[in-house]
């Protein structure tokens, strides 16, 4: 009889751990979805923890998946409130969901910023004599217009492209221009890979077979490492007109090279090196969607770089780093805070590079504020509102 | 010794005052047999958790600093070319296999922290200490040793590990690393102490540093961590400075205003940072401290 007592007994724990099977690969896939990199070996150890009893006090178990589960800071800190949202009910701070959801649904995205151009444009659209300049130079020429329509996009200010065939073709030719640029650097800085100082050890090393007699002499060379671009965009009200052709050389620069960092900035700063590294550019920039929140406000550029040198310089800013700042330089914050900053962020990289899209614009000096506490510590102070300016940086970044 | 209680106290005995979570992050070590990675500021102790855990379980310390340019000869192994060709020279004119044996031996090779570590009866501490600043390549062949530790030398075959060593990864983060690193390891962000156990750290480091005195450091501290500084002083620098107050004899902060901005220099390392901490600010924050 005592057989028939315990069977059911067993199959209930069956049924239990079934259950809490189920719960924790639901769990794993919640942390997944929020960015987590959670593989199966994980899952094993979680269900090895949850019988070996830590499942019987919340805190602790929360404690114990937290250290499984995260490997950076950032899931450290959003990992207790996905915890307690998916095991204990309570809300997520909404900061905690960030990284996954992309939904795009009640935020002006980026991406309507890119494609649409909506409000600016059409006040740029008022005085457009430079391209009328332009095209009636071709037009001259006769047959070259069809095949060099790219070459007469090339001077155009991005704010006033107005058609949308032709902000596409901009797009296209922003990130084939990145494209361009990240591999003549890389080549380059291979073949000036050379300077040698013998090395003593592998030398000796390499000619045993000769008795011990240097014959064969091996020579360090020095490594180099690879130019790293680190760009901060200014994604705020004023940039409007010019946030989504940059967005997109940004992608292509990004686009499979392991060094180069994105952020965005308005009136607080986003690292968006993983958002933007997705293959499909559209994608990429739905992905952002989440942080257009904010855009079409101030922009507070000192704070900004106060957050990125405080969190982020010391991991992506390397002795050859180039910090390429994308922005119009109206500060709405403190503008004695942004020359301090840039100062500070002087210190650390090799360049910094300010592209001002409105510094073609006729009449426009560089009164504001901001832009006047940046300018002493800047390397280089570059218009980049046509194709043509973007591509004239090029030789500068490969003399680096 | 799973119990996070035990390791908590034995901790504690051996100086290493730690949060609970750390305490549930070194059982869970123990008991899954993965690596630990523990990430955060510049001194806020990271590379004392190794030492301590390494007291903790009575055995050896072996620790590899990383750095740009870390290979496989300084990490694992390397023969002993001078001595073997002296060895070369000696038994000249004998048997070529018999020499050729002999110079590729154990008694040739050099152990380097990663083989030890391997090598011992008892399961030593080894301690990867800032893993960031080696190169990627060397990343992946430590990841490749964390899951078989097992080496293979080509001379000499394939030697095991005899124990599986604990194993301790730290961090500044002056780098990204890469996700499967951070997959195979446990992980741990270090933070600040607040000033309670900061308080405890003092008083369980520097003899003489009375409950009051470490409690008024520690809430100095806190205060001169929230100041606009380059380099925010970790728990290294406080010690420096509790030791230094210690030993000036001061014995309330308040007695000796003069004495405590002067020696704030324990906890300011820049130029800039000196300079901003002015007299006033450093009478400021003493003034909050109760």
Redesign the interface.
């Known amino acids: 009889m005592s057989c028939c007592g315990t069977n059911p007994g067993y199959e209930e724990l069956d049924e239990v751990s079934r259950l809490v099977s189920s719960r924790l690969a639901a769990f794993l896939k919640t942390l997944r979805d929020s960015g987590f990199a959670v593989g199966l070996a994980e899952g094993q150890d979680a269900a090895e923890l949850m019988t070996a009893g830590y499942a019987a006090k919340p805190g602790l178990l929360r404690s114990a998946f937290k250290h499984l589960f995260s490997a950076r800071k950032s899931d450290w800190e959003k990992f207790d409130g996905i915890f307690d949202a998916f095991w204990l009910g309570r809300r997520v701070r909404s900061r905690s969901m960030t990284t996954g959801s992309s939904k795009a649904a009640n935020n002006p995205s980026l991406k309507t910023l890119a494609d649409g151009q909506r409000s600016g444009s059409e006040t740029a659209m008022d005085q457009v004599p430079s391209t009328d300049d332009a095209g009636a130079d071709r037009v001259g020429e006769g047959r070259m217009e069809g095949a060099s329509r790219a070459d007469n996009l090339a001077e155009v200010d991005f704010r006033k492209l107005a058609d949308p065939a032709q902000i596409g073709q901009a797009h296209e030719a922003a990130a084939r221009l990145a494209r361009a640029m990240r591999t003549r650097l890389s080549r380059r800085d291979l073949a000036r890979r050379r300077g040698y100082r013998l090395d003593l050890r592998r030398t000796i090393h390499g000619n045993i077979s000769h008795g011990g007699v240097p014959i064969d002499l091996v020579r360090r060379q020095r490594k180099t490492k690879p130019l790293r671009l680190v760009m901060l965009l200014d994604a705020s009200g004023s940039m409007s007109m010019y946030t989504g052709v940059f967005l997109r050389f940004i992608h292509g620069v990004l686009d499979q090279f392991r060094e180069a960092e994105a952020f965005l900035f308005h009136t607080r700063l986003a690292h968006v090196s993983d958002a933007m590294k997705e293959k499909d550019a559209a994608r990429a920039l739905d992905r952002l969607s989440i942080l257009a929140q904010g855009a079409g406000g101030g922009t507070k550029i000192g704070e900004s770089l106060q957050t990125f040198n405080r969190w982020h310089a010391a991991r992506v800013i390397h002795s050859r780093t180039v910090v390429m700042i994308v922005s119009d330089g109206y500060e709405t914050g403190d503008a004695a805070l942004l020359g301090r900053e840039m100062a500070a962020l002087g210190r650390r990289c090799r360049r910094i590079v300010w592209l001002n899209p409105m510094m073609a614009w006729e009449g426009y000096a560089p009164e504001a504020a901001g832009i006047k506490a940046a300018l002493p510590h800047v390397d280089l102070y570059a218009p980049a509102n046509t194709l043509n300016s973007l591509a004239a940086l090029e030789p500068y970044l490969a003399k680096l | 010794m799973k119990d996070r209680k035990e390791i908590a106290e034995r901790l504690a005995a051996s100086g290493y005052i730690a949060d609970?979570?750390l305490a549930?992050?070194i059982s869970?070590m123990l008991?899954?047999k993965?690596p630990l990675l523990l990430?955060g500021e510049a001194g806020v102790g990271k590379t004392e958790v190794a030492k301590a855990l390494a007291s903790v379980h009575t055995t050896e310390l072996i620790r590899l600093q990383c750095y740009e340019?870390l290979d496989q000869?300084a990490a694992l192994y390397e023969?002993n070319?001078?001595r073997?060709?002296l060895s070369?020279?000696a038994h000249r004119g004998d048997d070529p296999d018999a020499v050729e044996d002999q110079i590729f031996s154990q008694k040739y090779l050099l152990e380097r922290p990663l083989l030890a570590a391997i090598r011992r009866d008892r399961p030593p501490v080894l301690l990867i200490d800032e893993i960031d600043r080696a190169d990627d390549e060397f990343e992946a062949f430590l990841l490749e040793l964390l899951s078989d530790f097992q080496v293979s030398i080509p001379e000499l075959g394939t030697i095991k590990a005899t124990a599986i060593p604990h194993v301790v990864l730290t961090s500044?983060?002056?780098?990204?690393l890469s996700?499967a690193l951070?997959?195979r390891?446990?992980?741990?962000?270090v933070d600040y102490p607040d000033v309670d156990r900061e308080a405890r750290i003092i008083m369980a480091r520097i003899d003489g540093a009375g409950a009051s005195l470490a409690l008024q450091i520690a809430r100095m501290v806190e205060g001169v961590r929230k100041e606009e500084l380059?380099k925010v002083p970790g728990v290294a620098e406080t010690l420096d400075w509790a030791a230094a107050l210690v030993g000036l004899g001061v014995r309330d902060l308040h007695d000796a205003p003069e004495t405590v901005h002067e020696t704030l220099m324990c906890l300011l390392k820049t130029h800039e940072d000196k300079s901003r901490v002015t007299r006033e600010v450093s009478e400021r924050l003493l003034g909050k401290v109760a």
């Not at chain 2, 390891?185 to 962000?189: D, G, Q």
């Open positions: 609970a979570e549930t992050a869970l008991m899954l993965r990430e340019g000869s023969w070319y001078q073997q060709l070369i020279q500044n983060g002056t780098r990204e996700d951070r997959r390891c446990l992980y741990h962000y380059r």
